[in-house]
T-cell receptor, first 116, second 114 residues
Framework: AQKVTQAQTEISVVEKEDVTLDCVYETRDTTYYLFWYKQPPSGELVFLIRRNSFDEQNEISGRYSWNFQKSTSSFNFTITASQVVDSAVYFCALSEGAAGGFKTIFGAGTRLFVKA | DAGVIQSPRHEVTEMGQEVTLRCKPISGHNSLFWYRQTMMRGLELLIYFNNNVPIDDSGMPEDRFSAKMPNASFSTLKIQPSEPRDSAVYFC????????????FGQGTRLTVV
């Protein structure tokens, strides 16, 4: 069954600390995509990154980096030198093929508080 | 493009009343998703459409919930009768039908049932 687990409900850090948000997924498909979204206090959901199941290269974008490991079914997200503006709820999502199209499900989210 | 448009942004209704949430997807997108967000359960997929056809409604919590997509530019999520436990933020998202495309979300409708 398709499932995304974000075990960390809330994380609180002090500005400039590094923080890693965990994401573990389950799927029976060999072809799938993983995503991270950010939901700031304003409420909208903002796409951050996608990764396909055949590309395990880690990715870095500024202070953000993602570590995809198929062996552990994990797609973790690290923020380096966190800032107050990083405070948000972060969602990991999994997209896999389904009858008639595809289906994207989300983890429960991790709420990140970055204190000044 | 204006993005995914949801209306209303906020809805307060009394228990037992019918509630209709509306969504206009991005033009050209042929997949549409309805999600519900609560503190307890996070972001849950309720139903999704592909080319206006409901594909999977296994996430719809009860028969009180129904969704339609009469055409490519409009979808509704209806709750009848509404209950306090339906209070949540309801998001609509659209995307091209492809595994690798990210979903574009509307700003959500915050529903409060009193």
């Amino acid at each position: 069954a398709q499932k995304v687990t974000q075990a960390q409900t809330e994380i609180s850090v002090v500005e400039k600390e590094d923080v890693t948000l965990d994401c573990v997924y389950e799927t029976r498909d060999t072809t799938y995509y993983l995503f991270w979204y950010k939901q700031p206090p304003s409420g909208e959901l903002v796409f951050l990154i996608r990764r396909n199941s055949f590309d395990e290269q880690n990715e870095i974008s500024g202070r953000y980096s993602w570590n995809f490991q198929k062996s552990t079914s994990s797609f973790n997200f690290t923020i380096t030198a966190s800032q107050v503006v990083d405070s948000a709820v972060y969602f990991c999502a999994l997209s896999e093929g389904a009858a008639g199209g595809f289906k994207t499900i989300f983890g429960a989210g991790t709420r990140l508080f970055v204190k000044a | 493009d204006a993005g995914v448009i949801q209306s209303p942004r906020h809805e307060v209704t009394e228990m037992g009343q019918e509630v209709t949430l509306r969504c206009k997807p991005i033009s050209g997108h042929n997949s549409l998703f309805w999600y519900r967000q609560t503190m307890m359960r996070g972001l849950e997929l309720l139903i999704y459409f592909n080319n206006n056809v409901p594909i999977d409604d296994s996430g719809m919590p009860e028969d009180r919930f129904s969704a339609k997509m009469p055409n490519a530019s409009f979808s509704t999520l209806k709750i009848q009768p509404s209950e306090p436990r339906d209070s949540a933020v309801y998001f609509c998202a659209s995307t091209m039908t492809a595994l690798n495309t990210e979903a574009f979300f509307g700003q959500g409708t915050r529903l409060t049932v009193v």
